[in-house]
């Protein structure tokens, strides 16, 4: 066991801090490095961060878990709005009344489990005081965070029984800089996303060179499909390979003159870099197949929907659906345009696996926590369902009016009684 975790820690990974309640995820926005729409590189914000945690065995005595994240302004969602802290990159101009270029702006206390996303707490940062800012937050949780209810030991519950201003009090009294109060409204609009950004080939800021997103339905890849794409990243890549919040990956740096080469090795391994708007979109939890507490096989049953849809009505816009086996909510269901928890249902006198459905969710620049609509359907009725929905939505939506746009315009009893399926006379 020892030898394994060596060389895992020769690899850059590590089991420090992984068996109990701490930091988890420090996320950057996956494209950081090569987006041409970035404003600014946050990779190396995120691995000062991650060591910045490794190296203070006082950050590792966490109340619950804390994720953090860093977004560029690039074209892929890290879904940083998710987070307890987020960082997102902004430009500013000369009417914020400070030096004109990128920054930082902090949002607290994302927690879509519990419906809430994060908000924005009046700070502007500069890049180099976030990692700074970040810790100091972790050090007023460590110290106030409650340690006695776990459904309540969350960064969101200290700020409900603070407000922002005491904890902002607190960090600064931890920190060596005075903290930079600007509103939100000083600072120019964030860079909207591509929601198509993850997949397919796109042009990278270096010239001559591109990124490519792999669709891995639901994540899920053999050893062997691993390998193939490793050599893939070295052969075509300088051996880099990105992960996505939406459940893919992506090989960047692929030379304009090796993209056909690649897309055919690609083809190889049994995964593509196209697909439609309904798998594209797909996120799933781990699932019963290999979680206790979830209801449902989430993965399997995620991809027994998109081939129903994909094969019963065509999408032309970005659609998300995503699985989550519990109310943890680790596939994140209240921020898709379809969310889906599992849960135990009854048909007759057996127990079979179903979800509660919510609708109309979304982050970054289309940010809303989806709306409770059906409860407890049994698996089996909902590709049928959710195809009624989609249908629904294509004959009804407005002009240029996408499916979480089209929900929000209805109420959670609305939007019930039509998508519940009519019954024959």
């Not at 849960?343 to 919510?358: A, R």
Request: some cysteine.
């Amino acid at each position: 066991v020892i030898n394994v975790l060596q060389k895992l820690t020769d690899l850059g990974l590590t089991s420090l801090g992984a068996g109990a309640d701490n930091v988890r995820n420090v996320t950057a926005t996956p494209t950081s490095g090569f987006d041409k729409q970035e404003l600014i590189d946050v990779v190396p914000l995120a691995k000062a961060m991650h060591h910045c945690i490794l190296n203070n065995r006082d950050l590792y005595g966490m109340p619950r878990k804390f994720n953090i994240s860093f977004d560029s302004g690039g074209a892929v969602s890290t879904c940083a709005d998710t987070n307890d802290i987020g960082f997102y990159a902004v430009n500013v101009t000369e009417y914020a009344e400070v030096e004109v270029g990128v920054y930082f702006r902090l949002q607290l206390c994302g927690i879509t489990g519990h419906r809430q996303l994060a908000s924005d707490c009046g700070l502007l940062l500069r890049a180099d005081e976030c990692v700074a800012v970040s810790a100091a937050i972790l050090r007023v949780f460590i110290e106030h965070g409650d340690r006695t209810n776990r459904k309540r030991a969350r960064l969101k519950y200290l700020v409900d029984d603070w407000g922002h201003e005491k904890l902002l009090e607190k960090v600064q009294e931890k920190l060596a800089f005075t903290l930079r109060h600007i509103p939100l409204i000083k600072c120019e609009p964030m860079p909207i996303k591509n929601r198509q950004g993850h997949y397919g080939i796109h042009q990278q800021a270096q010239e001559g060179l591109n990124y490519i997103g792999v669709v891995t339905p639901v994540g899920r890849m053999l050893p062997d499909q691993m390998r193939q794409i490793a050599k893939l990243a070295d052969r075509y890549g300088e051996s880099d390979i990105r992960l996505t919040a939406w459940q893919n990956l992506i090989i960047p740096h692929v030379k304009d003159v090796d993209v056909d080469a690649f897309l055919v090795d690609l083809s190889k391994t049994r995964f593509s870099h196209t697909t439609t708007n309904i798998s594209g979109g797909l996120v799933a939890c781990t699932g019963s197949a290999g979680c206790k507490f979830a209801a449902a096989d989430t993965k399997a049953q995620a991809r027994i929907l998109s081939e129903y849809l994909d094969k019963h009505i065509a999408i032309d816009t970005p659609l998300n659906i995503h699985f989550t086996g519990c109310h943890n909510s680790c596939a994140q269901h209240y921020i898709g345009d379809i969310g889906l928890q599992g849960v135990p249902c009854k048909v007759g006198n057996e127990t079979v696996e179903g979800y509660h459905i919510v609708l109309g969710g979304g982050v970054d620049d289309n940010r809303a926590i989806a709306q409770d609509v059906f409860q407890s359907i049994p698996f089996t009725e909902i590709p049928p369902i959710i195809a009624s929905m989609l249908l629904i939505y294509l004959e009804q939506r407005g002009e240029s009016e996408d499916f979480a746009a089209f929900t929000r315009r209805h109420n959670s009893d609305e939007l019930k009684a039509l998508f519940t399926p009519k019954k024959s006379a």
